[in-house]
Nanobody
Framework: QVQLVESGGGLVQTGGSLRLSCAASGRTFSSYAMGWFRQAPGKEREFVGAISWGGGSTYYADSVKGRFTVSRDNAKNTGYLQMNSLNPEDTAVYYC?????????????????WGQGTQVTVSS
């Protein structure tokens, strides 16, 4: 399996931006679709967005569509989540995950590898 490490979280004011990174090691990163999830205290893990193994297809949750962008650089074994126009409802621990499926999926159970998460806090 591929190992994943997120970075880039932090504290930002409402309306601000952050870019999260997901560094992969182990298996060939380009063989995996990549997803981003988040989990707020007391809530279930929520799908944010996903990108296909080659980067040609993306899919987003309605709550972030138009504000967040998922991308990847397979040459650097790194995925990214660009987050713009952040609001307090975006506060959560953000996770990247890898899937061997050839279709983009939103269920956490369909992802085999997970990072440890990075905290994003948006102040009002």
């Amino acid at each position: 399996q591929v190992q994943l490490v997120e970075s880039g979280g932090g504290l930002v004011q409402t309306g601000g931006s952050l870019r999260l990174s997901c560094a992969a090691s182990g298996r060939t990163f380009s063989s995996y679709a990549m997803g981003w999830f988040r989990q707020a205290p007391g809530k279930e893990r929520e799908f944010v967005g996903a990108i296909s193994w080659g980067g040609g297809s993306t899919y987003y949750a309605d709550s972030v569509k138009g504000r967040f962008t998922v991308s990847r650089d397979n040459a650097k074994n790194t995925g990214y989540l660009q987050m713009n126009s952040l609001n307090p409802e975006d506060t959560a621990v953000y996770y990247c995950a890898a899937s061997t499926l050839r279709v983009l999926v939103t269920s956490p159970g369909r992802y085999a590898s997970w990072g440890q998460g990075t905290q994003v806090t948006v102040s009002s």
